[in-house]
């Protein structure tokens, strides 16, 4: 079945290090995907997003990189700082779907 | 601009009883949504609406009821609480619907 997924459940880097946060899809049909980063207590809040006729976009510290042929993508933080710390999930587009299917998350900690 | 926002911000309810969240938004986008989101299972959609007028189900519709009488408001019915509610909820628009979702500062709603 479809399945937007994470490897890492929690993901633990220090202040100043890269981060990156993977997510595996299984539909090849999905055209477009998002991250999402959601703070304790708040709703989810759009960081960057990437059409499948591209494999890299860019953004201000952080890079969404997609790999078609294994159904994969990857969120990565530059220069990661403790504001940092929150669940990110990725959210696939398939056209066959009423709406945007999201991963289960995964728990960006930052330490000082 | 205010976005899309929520009410209550949260509610303690009794089984059995009935309760409207509220969700509205000022961005004029065609699509909004509804969403459960439980400790380590992500976000489930509950009901979406593509356009004024017009209600779909989502992967876990039973329990809920929508309406879409204007561009603006998507309220989400409980017509008789169960425990198995509790939860988050997240309210989201959207341009279209192959598109970026704003979402909602959320509702967190206790059924006992």
């Known amino acids: 079945g479809e399945n937007v997924g994470l490897h890492l459940p929690t993901l633990s880097v220090q202040e100043g290090d890269n981060s990156i946060i993977n997510c595996a899809y299984s539909?090849?049909?999905?055209?477009?995907f998002i991250w999402y980063k959601q703070e304790s207590g708040k709703g989810p809040q759009f960081i960057i997003d990437?059409?499948?006729?591209?494999d890299k976009r860019q953004g201000q510290r952080v890079t969404v990189l997609l790999n078609k042929t294994v159904k994969h993508l990857s969120l990565q933080i530059a220069a990661t700082q403790p504001g940092d710390s929150a669940v990110y999930f990725c959210?696939?587009?398939?056209?066959?779907?009423?709406?945007?299917?999201f991963g289960s998350g995964t728990r960006l900690q930052v330490q000082p | 601009t205010a976005g899309i926002t929520q009410a209550p911000t949260s509610q303690i309810l009794a089984a059995g009883r009935s309760m409207t969240l509220r969700c509205t938004q000022d961005?004029?986008?065609?699509?909004m949504y509804w969403y459960r989101q439980d400790l380590g299972l992500g976000l489930r959609l509950i009901h979406y609406?593509?356009?004024?007028?017009?209600?779909g189900k989502g992967e876990v519709p039973d329990g809920y009821s929508v309406s879409r009488a204007n561009t603006d408001d998507f309220p989400l019915t409980l017509a008789s609480a169960v425990p198995s509610q509790t939860s988050v909820y997240f309210c989201?628009?959207?341009?279209?619907?192959?598109?970026?979702?704003?979402f909602g500062p959320g509702t967190r709603l206790t059924v006992l």
């Open positions: 989201a628009s959207s341009v279209g619907r192959a598109s970026e979702q704003f």
């Open positions: 539909n090849s049909a999905s055209d477009y």
């Open positions: 990437i059409r499948s006729n591209m």
């Open positions: 959210a696939e587009n398939n056209p066959g779907r009423r709406a945007l299917t």
């Open positions: 961005m004029r986008h065609n699509a």
């Open positions: 609406s593509n356009t004024a007028g017009t209600t």
